[in-house]
């Protein structure tokens, strides 16, 4: 006795409720794009992080989608070094571009500072003139191990605040998401084509809708756990047809973990929604290779074009390569050099 | 045309594998129960953080239990301050002790350092006698309006350190955190009285057993998706009275959402398991209030027993309190006074 709903972009949004803070977020995005928009800037919305989907109102169980948000973070520094302006609208908590180098799990921070002992438990420092000397406590320094890292990420880090040319924005569930994109990318129409979608967040295939929530935790004790979800609408046919009015540069995410899945998939998703570009990657070696699966019109070069029109083309590093070579720098060279094609050639 | 098992914790771990690391974990947690045993100092078992129930096998979805890992994270602190050796089993990722005061998202430590613009774009250092001047970069400080409370945590932080006071351990799913805490409790058993266990972790009440995982990333585009998954076996039963033999102090939690459901469960789970106290709290006022629940004779006094022989005893801190000011220290510090009467009166 199934009860589930066919959800259309147009009755999700009809009938799931906007998050509380959307409004705000979206005055703040817009006073972004129009500074960058009068600037001639570049934009890039990178989404990053995995959706929830909670199964209580008070939330204390949701499904989850595996994602550290390694990729959209790294990527985000790659935009910003290339001159864009970034939206990077991620997982709350999800990784950071720059301080993504010092997760607190992996390299945590606390570990490379050092208290110096100077011959006094605590040092003074005049405030400015005629201030009182105020204590400030034993000198803490960066260990000089790890200086040279740090002195990098730093500056980058302070640079991109200098300039305003980073934006942050957060979600926690699909539903979330999903206002903030189609709200953001209404936003965005004003750039045309000088907007460009790095679509890496790993968004949930599946949802409750708000009218099937329990209010309370869900009590065990009473045997096993049914859950029955909905799916989520294909976001992606609006957003390209819709929202963006087929101007924007799409790039959207494959991730599988039966590689054999990956280029036939991506080439359903891009017959069906008419986008750019679809990135596949499959769970075991993303960070090594991935495919970039294009329509040949959107594609500069034909490197294995074939009878249906798609161009594949691999990204790969070298699995020896060392550790500060990240595959995102070149997945990032690789893009821009088409969104500059897609600029240039007004009608595909 | 359910096929769902009720699963004992025996038939449990019979037909569920264990982690790959549980052996070389196991081996470091026992070198650190004895050097503490013969110390003779107190050890408290910490865990912290949510587990995951994973959908595939190739995990790319997966169900989790809300938990930043605040309380546990903030209470091993405590314990160690009070001199215990602390074995902090936590989620990966979720805070830990120390470092939970800079999550890189709500108080990231890059946004107080600064770069001091020497003459020279770069320093040099000796590193020694005979070597060669070596490129330090600019020199790095700390902010001062963060000196005074990283000057305190770093210390805290490095005198644990030198200490080896803390021993931590990482889970990810469910299965992880039942295999561990099955083979840590046997190791901390040779402590009698002197172990504590602190089960602060939001432990899934469901799971996918392995026989039932499929191996990829579910399909969607095929309608609505179905989960079923079975009960947990109640894994306090044989912690109580056969892994540590009735002998440890075992402190269990309950979160509720609905506050009127918090003290009736917390008896509940004492009169089935028999250890020594419950500490409920409900979800929006867990950092102001906890209820302990225990049996009246394992507690110090009477403060409202009743007919049933439970005792409630309530924690509460002001909501006007200073941020300072942690619910988690008046939690440790009763703790330990009860741990501590539980250790003098061998029998009870």
């Known amino acids: 006795m199934s009860e589930s709903t066919t959800f259309s972009a147009e009755s999700y949004f009809a009938t799931q409720p906007a998050p509380s803070f959307l ?63 970034v939206i990077f609208m991620h997982r709350q908590f999800s990784l950071q571009p720059f301080s993504r180098h010092y997760s607190h799990s992996t390299h945590p921070f606390l570990d490379f500072l050092e208290m110096e002992q100077t011959g006094a438990e605590t040092e003074t420092k005049l405030d400015g003139v005629g201030s009182e000397p105020q204590r400030v406590g034993p000198h803490i320094s960066v260990k000089l191990s790890e200086r040279t890292q740090l002195v990098e990420v730093l500056a980058a880090y302070k640079a991109v605040h200098k300039a305003g040319t980073l934006h942050t924005l957060t979600f926690v569930t699909v539903n979330d998401y999903l206002w903030l994109l189609r709200a953001v990318s209404q936003e965005l129409s004003v750039l045309g084509r000088n907007a460009l979608y790095y679509l890496a967040a790993a968004v949930s295939d599946f949802f409750l809708p708000r009218q099937k929530l329990s209010e309370h935790k869900i009590q065990s004790g009473k045997g096993s756990l049914h859950i029955e979800m909905d799916q989520v609408p294909k976001i992606l046919k ?8 087929g101007q924007a540069f799409i790039v959207s995410f494959k991730l599988e973990t039966d590689p054999s899945l990956l280029v ?10 008419g986008h750019q570009v679809v990135i ?16 040949a019109h959107a594609s500069r070069a034909a490197q294995s074009d074939d009878a249906e029109g798609f161009v594949e083309t691999w990204i790969r590093i070298d699995t020896n390569a060392p550790p500060s070579k990240e595959i995102e720098e070149d997945i990032i060279a690789e893009l821009i050099s088409r969104h500059q094609s897609w600029i240039n050639h007004t009608s595909v």
């Open 280 to 295: 596949g990657n499959d769970l075991h070696h993303r960070k090594h290779r991935v495919v970039f699966v294009a329509p």
């Open 23 to 85: 409004e705000e977020d979206v005055h703040k995005v817009r006073e972004f794009v129009e500074r960058h928009a009068r600037a001639g800037r570049k934009v890039v919305l990178v989404t990053s992080g995995g959706t929830t989907v909670p199964l209580e109102l008070n939330v204390v169980r949701f499904l989850d989608n595996f994602s550290a948000g390694t990729r959209g973070a790294t990527s985000a520094e790659y935009f910003l070094k290339a001159g864009y302006a």
């Open 238 to 245: 609006p957003l390209v047809s819709e929202w963006t009015q």
């Open 264 to 273: 036939p998939k991506a080439r359903t998703a891009l017959a069906r929604y």
